[in-house]
């Protein structure tokens, strides 16, 4: 008699396929969402450095260019000339006010403008004379900081804009120019003083990726090129 023995099959059940795919389908889920916070959060890191970095740029170059304000070449031709000689170069403007009797400062604005003399090009350049490429300038427009090379009043055309609305937008751009008159001598043979002034810049900033970030950079600039100004018997009056 021909004797038949049944083995057992191992294996899953429907059931236990389904249990077994639901779990692997959560693991791959929460996997994913890790993931993918993991991606945002280092997608801001990278938004929030290159926003960081944009500024610092931009408020160096403002204060290392505005520091140069009213170099002259030329002027060293000048000693031992026995006559008050004027620094073409020497006049800082703010929104398109100099420092005056009239306007003694501090002044604050959002438009700087200065000259210098241009060295790289010592030939054409470097002589003296405030040429139209001599003449610069920053100041806020359209929520970025603008540069003009040739800026002879803050609504002239041409600014080209130094920093990119798309990673930031700048809220605010204030720079105050204060001028501090150092008579040489006493009263009443005080005849020259010596204008030392400063500028500080305040930079505010916010950005359109990263929702919340926004920085404020403030620094004082001591312009090197101190203005020099004839006066009267006894009518220089420190301040």
């Known amino acids: 008699m021909l004797t038949v023995t049944s ?14 795919m639901v779990i692997g389908m959560t693991v791959l889920a929460a996997i994913t969402q890790i993931m993918v916070s993991s991606n945002s959060t280092n997608l801001d890191t990278l938004r929030m450095v290159r926003f960081n970095q944009e500024m610092r740029s931009v408020m160096n170059l403002m204060t290392s260019d505005i520091r140069r304000a009213g170099f002259n070449a030329y002027a060293v031709s000048q000693v031992g000339q026995g006559t008050t000689m004027a620094n073409p170069f020497g006049g800082l403007s703010v929104d ?88 040489q001598g006493t009263a009443p043979n005080a005849f020259n003083g010596i204008h030392d002034q400063t500028v500080t810049i305040t930079f505010t900033a916010t950005s359109p990726l990263v929702t919340g970030l926004a920085r404020t950079l403030t620094e004082t600039v001591h312009v090197r090129n101190n203005r020099y100004q004839y006066f009267a018997a006894g009518d220089c009056a420190p301040t």
């Open 96 to 183: 398109d006010v100099a420092i005056s009797t009239a306007s003694p400062g501090p002044l604050s604005g959002g438009c700087i403008r200065y000259g210098y003399d241009d060295s790289s090009n010592a030939a054409t350049n470097a002589d003296g004379v405030l040429n139209g490429n001599e003449q610069y300038g920053f100041k806020l427009n359209g929520g970025a900081v603008q540069r003009h090379t040739t800026a002879t009043a803050c609504a002239d055309a041409g600014w080209q804009a130094l920093t990119d609305t798309s990673n930031l937008t700048v809220t605010a751009l204030t720079f105050t120019l204060q001028d501090n008159l150092v008579c």
């Open 7 to 20: 083995k057992r099959h191992g294996g899953f059940t429907l059931v236990e396929l389904l249990v077994g």
